[in-house]
C-alpha cells in the first residue's frame, strides 16, 4: 500500500514535456535519462504467432502513420540489441485482463502484460511515448497501469444521421487510442433502421430511408458489413454492443412492419427528432415474435455478452386506448402501463438470459419493476444508477449533466466532463462495485456531418477516457490541460476535427444609433477576424484591439491554432435609427391575445397558413395556456410600452423553438427543435406602445418559454401585465 500510495503520488509531478499520455497511468514515476527510439532499435516479441507479437506488429502499423517509420520485428530470443519488447513473461497476474506494466531504460522499453489486451493498451502508452517523431527520446520510467473501470465506452447514434464503415472504423480506432474498450452502437431509432435483418427485409427496404426536403436520405449496414466492424474491433480489444430499441422509438420499424403497432399506422419514417407517440403494441404476441426474431439475428452478428435494448421514452398514450393492451395488462394482472412497459421488458430479459446474453436498458427500465437481468444505463442523472445498484443490479453511468457529447460546450465543456465522478457517494462500498463504468453518448439529431461528431466528441471524450481509466487520486484538471493541449496535436494529425474554444464577444450591444466599440474575449490561441463576411482563415487580421465600427457589419472571429483555425463565431452588428411608437387616444388594455396551434414541426410554421384551436388572453407569454404536453405551437400578440428611448434587449428562453417580433421586425429567432436555451434580440424604440409578437413551438420533451426584457440604462427582468396593452 505505502508504495503504491508512492507512486500515485507521483502521477502529479510534472511529467518531461514531451510526455502527454491520454488517460494517464494508475502509477508512474520518472527517472534521469531517456531512451532513444531510433536506428538499430527493433521490435521484439516472445512469439510472432501469439499475442505479443500481434501486439507488436499493431504498434509498428501505428507507427508507420504516426511517425513514417517502421521498425523491424524480431523475436526477443533472435534479437541482442535496443528493443520495444513485448512479453508476457514475468507480467504480474494481478494486473488483470487489461493492466500492464511498461519499463523504459537503457536497454529500451520493456512492455509485460498477463493478457493479450494489457499488452495492446502497453501498445498505446508506448505510441504515445513515441508522439510523432522519429528519432524520438522517450523518457526513463516506470509504470503500473490498470483501468479503474471495466466498461469504458462511446456511444454513436446512427439513426438520425448515418455514418459509413470507414467512420466507424475511425472511430474505433480512436477509441483503441484513448484505451476505451465499449463501442455502443445506437443501431435503430425512429429516424432510421440501420442493420440488416433477413428474416424482415422491409426493415431496410423501408424503415432504412426518410424523405427530407433535400431528397431521399439513410442507409444502413449489410450483415457482412457488421461482421467486419465487430471483427475489426474485436482486434483492438473493444465490444460493439448494439442498441435494438424497444419498446418505444420504433417509427421506423412501424413503417415498414405497422401490423406491430396498436393502431395498424399507416407510418412513414420521420424525419422529426423527438418522442413519439406510436410505440410497438405490447399487447400483440406477434410484436414480441417480431423482436426476437429480430434479437435471433442480432446475436448472430454480436458475440457482446451485453444487448442494449433501449427502453426509454415510451409514451403510454396508445396502449391506453389499446384493447389488445388492456387485455394483457388484465390478463398478466398488471396495475397500469408502467407495468405494461415492465412486463414486456421483463419478456425480453428472460428470452436474452436463455440464450447466455444480459439486457440493458436506459434507466426507464426502473420504472413499473426492474427485470430479474437488467443492466440499468442512467442518463437522466445518477438516480437511476444508484436506485439500480442498492437494489444489486449492475449500472452503467453516461449522466447528461456531463456525458452528453451532443450537448453544446456552454453547457458541458471539456473541464466538466473531466470532473465527472461515475460512483455516486450515496452508495457504500459493496454496491459501488455494481457500477461497471460509463460512456459518452454522442446523439447525431444536430450533426448531419462527420466533421461535426469529431467537433463534439473531441475533445471530451479525451476527458471521459481519463475518467474511466485513472484512478480517481491520479487525476487532476490543471495536470490534464497541458497534456490535452499535447494531446490535441496527435488528434489534429490524425485529422480529427476536434472543437477549438472560440472567442466570444464581450459586448452585448448588436443594434446601435451612432457607433459601437465591439470587444472580442480570447479563447485558448490567437484570434482571427474578418468584417466582409467571409470566414476568418490564418492570414486573416489578428485582433489585437477593440474594433469601431460605425455602419452595420458583420463580425466574423476564430480562434488560431497552429495554422487551423477554429469555428468561426458571427455577430452582425446594426446601424438603426429609433422605430416610431403607435399612437393611442386612450392606453390600450393590458394583457396580451394567444392563439393556440396544433400540429408537429422542427422550426416555427408559417401560421397565416394555419388555424387556431384554441385561443384567449394572458397577462404574460408562457406555456400554461397550452393544455397539451407537446406537438403545439403559441403565438401572443399585443403592445409593449418602451417607457423611454433607447435600446431595448428581449431575451426568449425556450423549448423547442420561440422567436419575437416587434413591428414587422424579428427581433430574435431562437428557432429550432432543442433543449431549453435563451437567446436575445436588440431593437431601438422611441418611448411609447409598438407592437409585440412572440411565437414559440414544442415538439416534445419539457414544456418552456419565458421572456425577459432589458430597458436602457437598466437591468434584465421577466416581463410582466404593465408592459403589454391591446
Known amino acids: 500500500m505505502i508504495v503504491l500510495c508512492a507512486a500515485l503520488a507521483l502521477a502529479f509531478s510534472s511529467p ?3 510526455t502527454a499520455l491520454v488517460p494517464w497511468p494508475a502509477s508512474i514515476e520518472f527517472q534521469e535519462g531517456s531512451f532513444t527510439v531510433g536506428k538499430g532499435v527493433a521490435l ?3 512469439s510472432a504467432g501469439d499475442a505479443t507479437g500481434s501486439t507488436a506488429a499493431y504498434l509498428n502499423g501505428c507507427l508507420a502513420k504516426d511517425a513514417k517509420v517502421v521498425l523491424p520485428a524480431r523475436a526477443a530470443a533472435d534479437w541482442k540489441g535496443p528493443a520495444i519488447r513485448f512479453t508476457t513473461s514475468g507480467a504480474d497476474p494481478a494486473l488483470g485482463d487489461e493492466g500492464y506494466s511498461l519499463v523504459v531504460g537503457r536497454a529500451g522499453i520493456v512492455v509485460r502484460a498477463p493478457k493479450p489486451a494489457g499488452l495492446f493498451y502497453g501498445a498505446q502508452t508506448v505510441r504515445q511515448l513515441i508522439g510523432r517523431q522519429y528519432p524520438a527520446k522517450v523518457p526513463y520510467l516506470k ?9 469504458r465506452g462511446l456511444l454513436l447514434d446512427v439513426s438520425r444521421h448515418f455514418r459509413d464503415v470507414d467512420f466507424v472504423k475511425r472511430q474505433i480506432d480512436l477509441l483503441a487510442l484513448h484505451k476505451m474498450n465499449v463501442f455502443h452502437w445506437h443501431l435503430v431509432d425512429d429516424q432510421g433502421w440501420r442493420l440488416e435483418i433477413k428474416r424482415y427485409p422491409k426493415l431496410t427496404e423501408v424503415g432504412a430511408w426518410r424523405q427530407e426536403a433535400s431528397g431521399r436520405y439513410g442507409g444502413y449496414y449489410t450483415q457482412a458489413q457488421v461482421r467486419e466492424i465487430v471483427d475489426y474491433a474485436a482486434k483492438r480489444f473493444i465490444t460493439v454492443v448494439p442498441e435494438i430499441e424497444m419498446p418505444g422509438h420504433c417509427n421506423a420499424a412501424l413503417a415498414a412492419y405497422p401490423e406491430f403497432s396498436c393502431t395498424g399506422g399507416p407510418f412513414t419514417t420521420p424525419t422529426l427528432w423527438g418522442v413519439f407517440s406510436d410505440v410497438y403494441c405490447a399487447g400483440n404476441e406477434g410484436t414480441y415474435a417480431f423482436n426476437e426474431g429480430i434479437l435471433e ?3 448472430a452478428l454480436f458475440p457482446s455478452k451485453f444487448i442494449h435494448i433501449g427502453g426509454d421514452e415510451v409514451p403510454k398514450t396508445r396502449w391506453q386506448a389499446c384493447a389488445k393492451c388492456q387485455a394483457k395488462i388484465k390478463a398478466e394482472g398488471l396495475k397500469d402501463e408502467h407495468e405494461l412497459q415492465s412486463y414486456f421488458i421483463r419478456r425480453i430479459d428472460k428470452w436474452l438470459t436463455a440464450r447466455g446474453r444480459r439486457l440493458v436498458g436506459w434507466d426507464e427500465i426502473l420504472e413499473g419493476g426492474l427485470a430479474p437481468g437488467a443492466t440499468v444505463q442512467s442518463w437522466r442523472g445518477m438516480e437511476g444508477a444508484i436506485d439500480a445498484a442498492k437494489m444489486g443490479h449492475d449500472v452503467i453511468v453516461s449522466p447528461t449533466s456531463h456525458c452528453y457529447l451532443d450537448y453544446p460546450y456552454t453547457t458541458t465543456s471539456v473541464e466538466k466532463s473531466y470532473s465527472f465522478e461515475p460512483v455516486p457517494a450515496e452508495l457504500t462500498a459493496e454496491q459501488a462495485k455494481h457500477v461497471l463504468g460509463g460512456e459518452g453518448n454522442m446523439w447525431a439529431e444536430r450533426t448531419p456531418l462527420p466533421a461535426d461528431t469529431d467537433r463534439m466528441v473531441f475533445p471530451r471524450l479525451s476527458a471521459l477516457a481519463e475518467v474511466y481509466w485513472s484512478p480517481k487520486a491520479a487525476r487532476s484538471w490543471a495536470a490534464f490541460k497541458p497534456r490535452l493541449d499535447r494531446h490535441l496535436d496527435t488528434l489534429a494529425a490524425m485529422g480529427v476535427k476536434f472543437f477549438v474554444p472560440p472567442p466570444s464577444f464581450s459586448n452585448d450591444e448588436t443594434v446601435f444609433l451612432d457607433k459601437v466599440t465591439v470587444r472580442l474575449s480570447p479563447g485558448p490561441g490567437a484570434i482571427v477576424y ?4 467571409s470566414d476568418p482563415g490564418p492570414r486573416s487580421p489578428r485582433y489585437a484591439k477593440p474594433i469601431v465600427l460605425t455602419s452595420t457589419t458583420t463580425v466574423k472571429a476564430a480562434t488560431l491554432r497552429g495554422n487551423a483555425v477554429g469555428t468561426p463565431v458571427s455577430r452582425t452588428f446594426k446601424k438603426v435609427t429609433l422605430r416610431e411608437p403607435i399612437v393611442f387616444v386612450r392606453a390600450p388594455d393590458p394583457g396580451l391575445r394567444w392563439q393556440r396551434y396544433e400540429g408537429r414541426w422542427s422550426t416555427l410554421p408559417d401560421f397565416d397558413k394555419l388555424t387556431a384551436t384554441a385561443s ?4 404574460t407569454p408562457g406555456t400554461s395556456v397550452a393544455e397539451r404536453e407537446d406537438d403545439y405551437a403559441l403565438v401572443f400578440e399585443g403592445v409593449f410600452m418602451a417607457p423611454k428611448d433607447g435600446i431595448y434587449t428581449f431575451f426568449t428562453s425556450s423549448d423547442d423553438g420561440s422567436a419575437l417580433w416587434i413591428g414587422d421586425e424579428k427581433v430574435l429567432d431562437n428557432d429550432g427543435l432543442h433543449a431549453v436555451e435563451e437567446r436575445a434580440g436588440q431593437v431601438a424604440l422611441k418611448a ?7 411565437a414559440m413551438f414544442e415538439a416534445g420533451g419539457s414544456q418552456a418559454l419565458s421572456v425577459s426584457v432589458r430597458p436602457p440604462g437598466g ?3 421577466p416581463v410582466a401585465l404593465a408592459d403589454f396593452g391591446r
Open 616 to 619: 384567449g388572453t394572458s397577462e
Open 715 to 717: 437591468q434584465k427582468r
Open 297 to 299: 439475428e442480432t446475436l
Open 44 to 46: 521484439t516479441f516472445d
Open 143 to 151: 509504470i503500473i497501469d490498470k483501468p479503474r473501470f471495466g466498461w
Open 688 to 694: 411609447g406602445w409598438h407592437p409585440i409578437r412572440i
Open 16 to 18: 518531461p514535456p514531451s
Open 530 to 533: 474578418t468584417l466582409d463576411g
